[in-house]
């Protein structure tokens, strides 16, 4: 073998040994970093679990919030729903009960069991030199004393009436009205 030859085979040698080596670092490089990134996807899969359970915790959370406040609202809304039908009785019987007042004074008029009179100004009537037929009230009947009253037909004491029954019927409507605003509103 001449120099060359050897040389040759050297070389040869040489070069093998560096495709090994080469290749055992590339296997090794390839193992090494498999690793790495076996452990990054499974600390990146953990993260992901813990983000994913974070949320879930906080959606839970809210969840609940929300069907606690929804749960307060329907209890403030049921309790001034009683509240309001608590009124609405109310104002009810005080309807009710005005107008059986009413049809009492109305079948009391009806039937002349009560009259209906009203306070004339004697001087008034002085001055036109007659007393239109109205009489000085008794002392023991009348408010005031020594009065001229004047009684009312029977049929304008059932229209006074009738309009005192409608005042009385706006006046607690309007009652009602305010209460449900006030309640509405507090």
């Given at each position: ?6 040389r040759?085979?050297a070389?040869?040698a ?5 495709a ?23 600390d990146y899969?953990?993260?992901l679990?813990?983000?994913d359970?974070?949320y ?13 406040q ?8 049921r309790?001034l729903?009683?509240r309001l039908?608590?009124q ?5 019987k005080e309807m ?14 009806a ?13 008034a ?8 037929g ?16 004047a ?6 004491a ?28 507090r």
């Amino acid at each position: 073998m001449s120099a060359w030859g050897t040389r040759l085979i050297a070389l040869a040698a040489l070069v093998m040994a560096c495709a090994i080596g080469a290749r055992a670092a590339w296997v090794w490089q390839t193992n090494a970093y498999g690793k790495q990134l076996a452990e990054q996807a499974d600390d990146y899969e953990k993260q992901l679990a813990d983000k994913d359970r974070a949320y879930g915790r906080e959606r839970e959370e809210a969840a609940a919030s929300a069907l606690n406040q929804l749960a307060a609202q329907q209890d403030a809304r049921r309790a001034l729903e009683a509240r309001l039908q608590d009124q609405t009785k109310t104002h009810w019987k005080e309807m009710n009960d005005a107008q059986q007042a009413q049809a009492r004074l109305r079948d009391r008029l009806a039937t002349a069991d009560l009259r209906l009179s009203v306070l004339v100004d004697a001087g008034a009537l002085l001055g036109t030199g007659c007393d239109s037929g109205m009489r000085k009230a008794s002392d023991t009947g009348g408010v005031v004393y020594g009065t001229v009253r004047a009684q009312l037909d029977r049929a304008h004491a059932q229209r006074i009436v009738a309009i005192t029954d409608d005042g009385n019927r706006g006046l607690i409507a309007l009652q009602a009205c305010q209460a449900y605003v006030r309640e509405v509103t507090r």
